[in-house]
């Protein structure tokens, strides 16, 4: 049976940039930081006083107001983004239709800020004062499982949990039960919300973060050579995927396709990447073989980029490893500068700002480049976005445990 195409008929943002998809964009293509002092909790304690924090989010607007403590904070992202993502496809969900479309949204740590709340309640006031609904409040699965329940999308079910490559995962594994016909339709993406003093304090004792406290706005610079750790973030990145055949009978609007999905596995260590890169290339170029394209017809890479002296030049390295010459012809970026890294949230998110930029056809640029590191040689579109032709965008998501996830996507066309 001949595979179906798979195209992006909706999107939804939630970023340290704005909430939905327009004030995220125009903030990335303006070159606008989303980096600001930590107003969540008191970090004075901590070394790390900054983070790419949600601004403005009411989760009366999205859930019901019985349902909101039900929730915790990823799970209202999860739900919110999906919200936004399914008006602006207008997907209808009804009984006819329902059991082939759905969902799989993941999360790389859930609700760690339910269990750090009620951690303290435990230890304070004993065990009868923990909410009955703490479990469903934090378990990954439960984003997935209240979109479904408030849609009704009665379809494939699942979540993903591969840390930082866990939005890129959940929208590849989609593409594909879609593409062998196991579902018409799936909302998925990735979500995450722990700016907390336990998951901020752990990557500090890393030393993962950055601690250029005085100047939130350059904290986040991947690929210059002042750069000292990425920048935590939070949000969601949701995207709604359907058959071409289902989107076309339904006059949807198409943004992109999606042609391509590569996973690998770096083997090699609990949180640091392979140092050739051999990993995140193997991931590349099986995104570009599932594509059936050959490397130099890639226009942009929204590179992974975290920030780190060490992932930064061994991505590099990759994309040299797997396009060759063509590699200092194409468009390479992180929006990772502007947002910070939202974790397991990440792919999700710059999925669709790959997607706009194949849309639109302009490139949005890594900020706080001044200086490009050595080995970093590559075009990284320092400081300002560009306008330029994008038939097919690559987006790069690597995780801790080596786990790594690429997702290929091409401008629509009818043939």
Known sequence: MEERRVVITGMGLITPLGIGVEPSWQG?????????????????????????EVKGFDPFLYVEPKEVKKMDRFIHFAVATSTLAIEDSGLKITKENAERIGVIIGSGMGGLPTIEHYVKVYLEKGYRRITPFFIPMLIINLASGHVSILFGAKGPNTAIATACATGS???GDAFKIIQRDDADAMICGGTESVITPMAVGGFAVMKALSTRNNE???ASRPFDRDRDGFVIGEGAGIVIL?????????????YAEVVGYGMSSDAYHITAPSPGGEGAASCMAAALKD?????????YINAHGTSTKHGDEIETTAIKTVFGQHAFRLCVSSTKSMTGHLLGA????EAVFATLSV??????????????????NLDYVPNSSRSCKVHYALSNSFGFGGTNACLLFKKYRES
């Open 28 to 52: 990335l293509i303006a070159g606008r930081s989303g980096i600001g002092t930590i107003s969540a909790f008191d970090s004075s304690d901590l070394p790390v006083h900054i983070a790419g």
């Open 242 to 254: 359907e058959s071409l055949e289902h989107a076309k009978k339904r006059g949807a609007k198409i």
């Open 359 to 376: 849309y639109y056809d302009i490139v949005p640029p890594t900020i706080n480049l001044e200086n490009p590191d050595d080995g970093c």
């Open 169 to 171: 995962h959940a929208i």
């Open 346 to 349: 990440a792919g999700g998110v």
């Open 216 to 218: 939130p706005e350059r």
């Open 291 to 299: 594509a059936e394209i050959p490397p130099e017809f890639v226009n």
